[in-house]
């Protein structure tokens, strides 16, 4: 998978614009750093692609397929459709290419940024066959990510210059098959996620090299998922699935600030004794997986073709709103605001068996940007999303199928960036 992504930001270097950024660290460059969140997983940042055998749809009629043991994350209730037990893994990697200019009358020092990056990916899928009827399963999956290092020189290395955020779900999930044509399931998720950041810290005397920021933290976050699946009539099916927010709180965020000056040592420290928040204190910070839901349909049009589509959700509004403690002498506790919005899914895609062991899939998907013009920052670099996809399955046997799926991915241009 490649995502391509181009942008344009501003930044001034007015020392006392720079300093007011400064002497609030480190609560509020540590929110910054984290804001990259965005980047990967998305509708506007959500990890669709899971190396399973819907990517070569763009997932459309994920939540209707029922065909393999990824339907235990797609919708649960199409556990019901398998009539033996399954077992799935894939693998795959996300190549993050992004180009971003800097525009005229840019002060900061240092060029543009072209940032080539790989984040790896592993999934695994189960289903146990209990009865026809009912149907135990596990998902192991990303929800969200981003890795991306733009180097010492980078023009926006004050705001951010290398992220990571890896994310990690366990989905052990239940189904029932209620009538012929009904089926529920659902499930509980335990969330492991990895912080770190780093960015640069501009010193007052220009002879001197830029100081660092690093943050990196660990946490764990809790969140379920129900699903349903209809088949009115033989071959076709109408899935539809929701999934809860998950806080992700991380807490104790370890800070290393290197390399400052004399000079913005002397101020920090002033400033941390007159806030009763000594440089160095701990630091929280709450960020939101979004809720999300997903409505999707598959119909065989022949015996060898066959149709499907998306329609999905994701509060992204939520996500939007960052919470912060520092916790000092007087411990302080604040919301940060992005100004996100909601995103919307759209996905149709088809697949087409040529022969008994080859099916071929393509599909294609568009998500809704979650940030619009004037709001969007270098940490927050994102806009409407369109996904192409293509992908093929051969069955060795009947126990054992193979497949290999390719999407492009382009971001948009992300115009407006601000800092």
């Known amino acids: 998978m490649t995502e391509n992504k181009r942008g344009v930001f501003v930044t ?8 007011s950024r400064l002497l609030r660290a480190p609560c509020l460059a540590a929110c910054l750093s984290l804001a990259f969140a965005s980047q990967a997983q998305a509708g506007a940042a959500w990890f669709y692609e899971q190396g399973t055998p819907d990517q070569g749809t763009s997932t459309a009629g994920r939540a209707a397929l029922a065909k393999d043991a990824s339907t235990a994350y797609g919708n649960p209730a199409g556990m019901t459709y398998l009539n033996q037990t399954q077992f799935l893994i894939g693998a795959g990697a996300m190549i993050i290419q992004s180009e971003f200019e800097t525009e005229p009358g840019t002060t900061e020092s240092g060029d543009g940024h072209n940032l080539t990056s790989a984040l790896p990916m592993i999934t ?3 289903v146990y066959n209990v009865s026809p009827d009912f149907k135990l399963g596990l998902a192991v999956n990303p929800l969200m990510g981003a890795m991306a290092d733009y180097g010492d020189t980078y023009a926006g290395r004050y705001y951010i210059q290398r992220e ?13 098959r209620i009538t012929d044509w009904l089926s529920v399931g659902g499930g509980f998720s335990v969330v492991g996620a990895y912080l770190s950041g780093k960015s640069a810290i501009n010193n007052l005397d220009p002879a001197l090299r830029d100081g660092r920021l690093e943050i990196y933290s660990l946490t764990v976050g809790f969140g379920g998922n ?3 699946l209809v088949e009115p009539w033989k071959g076709t099916r109408l899935g539809a699935t929701y999934r ?3 806080n992700l709180t991380f807490h104790d965020i370890v800070q290393s600030v290197r390399g400052l000056g004399p000079g913005l040592t002397f101020i920090l420290d002033v400033l941390g004794q007159r ?9 929280d910070i709450t960020l939101t997986n979004p809720q999300e839901v997903m409505v999707s349909a598959y119909h065989e049009l022949t015996q060898r073709l066959a149709v499907m589509g998306n329609f999905g959700w994701q509060d992204w509004s939520d996500f939007g709103h960052i919470g912060v403690t520092i916790h000092g002498t007087n411990t302080m506790n604040s919301v940060t605001n992005i100004h996100w919005s909601d995103t919307y899914h759209w996905a149709l895609g088809a697949q087409y068996r040529i022969g008994e062991p080859w099916l071929v ?7 809704t940007s979650p940030v619009v013009e004037g709001r969007r920052t270098v940490v927050l670099a994102v806009d409407r999303q369109f996904r192409y996809s293509a992908g093929v399955q051969y069955e060795l046997s009947k126990d054992l199928t193979l497949g290999a799926a390719y999407t492009l991915i382009d971001l948009g241009a992300s115009d407006g960036l601000q800092e």
Request: charged share 15%.
């Open 12 to 19: 001034r270097s007015l020392a006392g614009d720079m300093m």
């Open 124 to 126: 695994g899928h189960f």
């Open 164 to 176: 990571a955020l890896l994310t990690l779900s366990f989905n052990p999930v239940a189904a029932y």
């Open 226 to 228: 129900v699903g349903v």
């Open 244 to 246: 809860t927010p998950v």
């Open 275 to 283: 806030l009763d928040v000594p440089r160095g204190s701990k630091v």
């Open 361 to 367: 899939s393509a599909g294609f998907a568009y998500d």
